[in-house]
């Protein structure tokens, strides 16, 4: 990549948290010369508290993991250059969608939710996941996870505090119909075909999105001329939001992409 491209960035928000959880991602990286964007998702342009207190049948239910894709392919192609991808959890899964659709230059996905393809029958992450697929319900109505959930499965080894402060800053409730796609043949991914350099991340102790499932992630890429990469931060878990931690993976990446990209201050 060479110096007089513009260096972009669009930001993949995962389900059930708002899209805010980027603020200090975009300042870091707009910081080293980036332009940085994370667009909500549809219906979600707003703040955590006022999703919340929306009745179950809003819109925001309507959303599906084929919009979601469509949505940000609609995005991309408004762009000036095609830009780098950086997408968390289900973001994840969608930075490897559009990837395998060339609608980038690198992708990062951050302790991604496994495509089709990849083993997910995991007791671990079948029971973590169990309860928000919801399915025995209607898909017209959104679901909030609760604050218990959180705790154990997404901000798990934090205090107890930090824990409730960044559940109310942060989740919004989320359409089932998002979830259900994601075991689909939407979410399927040819592994064997060439796509832009890749990064998959995980954490150690990641009680939603075990490191094992994402390492099984990485190694179905088969394609030899592609470069794919994976790295584990032990003691992370699965947020990467308003927690110190963040930063660690937030500048692996930065070096990364240098490296991968040549990118030069």
């Known amino acids: 990549m060479v110096d007089n491209q513009p260096k972009l960035i669009v930001f993949i928000t995962g389900a059930f948290i708002s899209s805010i959880c980027w603020t200090e991602w975009k300042t870091f990286f707009e910081?080293?010369?980036?332009?940085?964007?994370?667009?909500?998702?549809?219906?979600?342009?707003?703040?955590?508290?006022?999703?919340?207190?929306?009745?179950?049948?809003?819109?925001?239910?309507?959303?599906?993991?084929?919009?979601?894709?469509?949505?940000?392919?609609?995005i991309l192609n408004t762009l000036p250059a095609k830009p780098i991808l950086i997408g968390h959890s289900i973001g994840g899964l969608i930075v490897q969608l559009l990837l395998q659709k060339d609608m980038a230059i690198a992708g990062v996905a951050i302790h991604s939710f496994p495509p089709k393809g990849v083993n997910r029958f995991w007791l671990s992450f079948l029971k973590a996941i169990w309860e928000t697929m919801v399915l025995f319900?209607?898909?017209?109505?959104?679901?909030?996870?609760?604050?218990?959930?959180?705790?154990?499965?997404?901000?798990?080894?934090?205090?107890?505090?930090?824990?409730?402060?960044?559940?109310?800053?942060?989740v919004t409730p989320?359409?089932?119909?998002?979830?259900?796609?994601?075991?689909?043949?939407?979410?399927?991914?040819?592994f064997s075909k060439p796509h832009a350099p890749l990064l998959i991340t995980s954490g150690g102790i990641d009680k939603l999105i075990p490191a094992s499932l994402n390492y099984s992630n990485y190694k179905k890429y088969l394609n030899k001329s592609s470069i794919t990469e994976y790295t584990e931060f032990r003691t992370h878990c699965h947020l990467v939001f308003g927690v110190p931690s963040w930063k660690e993976e937030?500048?692996?990446?930065?070096y990364w992409l240098k490296e991968e990209l040549k990118i030069y201050e």
């Open 31 to 74: 910081d080293n010369g980036y332009d940085c964007f994370a667009p909500a998702w549809p219906h979600k342009d707003a703040t955590a508290e006022v999703l919340r207190n929306r009745p179950t049948n809003d819109p925001v239910a309507l959303n599906t993991l084929s919009s979601l894709i469509e949505y940000y392919t609609s």
């Open 137 to 170: 319900s209607s898909g017209r109505f959104t679901y909030l996870m609760s604050f218990k959930k959180w705790k154990y499965t997404i901000a798990n080894g934090m205090e107890y505090e930090e824990q409730k402060e960044l559940y109310y800053q942060f």
């Open 174 to 190: 989320e359409s089932k119909n998002v979830i259900r796609e994601a075991f689909n043949c939407i979410a399927k991914i040819d």
């Open 250 to 254: 937030a500048e692996y990446i930065f």
